[in-house]
């Protein structure tokens, strides 16, 4: 046993033991660092992506309260020039849809889903986007520009 402590003392004494235990724990712990960083990044990132997701639905759900308060509006029959209070119901639920899926689309932005979903609701409404002084500005964001053009151009 006095061996053994003879030897751990030489060892506690002398600075390169020490040198080299510090150096070999400041290794370990910048790879463990990094290791928690990239862990944190990636935890960071799917949750980013699930919250876009549940915004994007939660603008779309908005969506179809609207269409169900308006139901002859959601299915984009534009009331006639005589009824003119129901004509600008139709062109703010029309603003309002286009909003909604804006929203979306910045959430969601290249998910194919939301793209196909919104042109067929888009579809429903050609007639009136066709002439729509909005679109005609271009005022509404490039990816549903494109997508307006394409529910125009599609028969």
């Not at 070999?24 to 992506?49: D, E, H, M």
Request: aromatic fraction near 14%; hydrophobic fraction near 40%; charge should be positive.
């Amino acid at each position: 046993m006095t061996e053994f402590y003879f030897h751990f003392s030489e060892m506690v004494k002398n600075p390169s033991i020490w040198s080299s235990l510090l150096d070999s724990t400041a290794k370990v712990v910048s790879i463990l660092t990094f290791f928690i960083a990239a862990a944190a990044a990636i935890t960071a990132y799917y949750q980013l992506k699930l919250s876009r997701r549940q915004n994007s639905g939660n603008f779309y759900k908005e969506y179809l309260n609207l269409c169900s308060n308006n139901l002859s509006y959601a299915k984009g029959i534009k009331p006639p020039k005589t009824e003119q209070i129901d004509r600008e119901g139709y062109w703010w639920f029309v603003s309002k849809m286009l909003f909604i899926f804006e929203q979306v689309l910045l959430e969601s932005s290249n998910d194919e889903q939301w793209k196909n979903t919104i042109l067929h609701q888009l579809k429903k409404h050609k007639k009136h986007l066709s002439t729509s002084g909005t679109v005609e500005r271009n005022e509404w964001e490039p990816e549903l520009t494109t997508l307006i053009k394409l529910a125009l151009k599609d028969e």
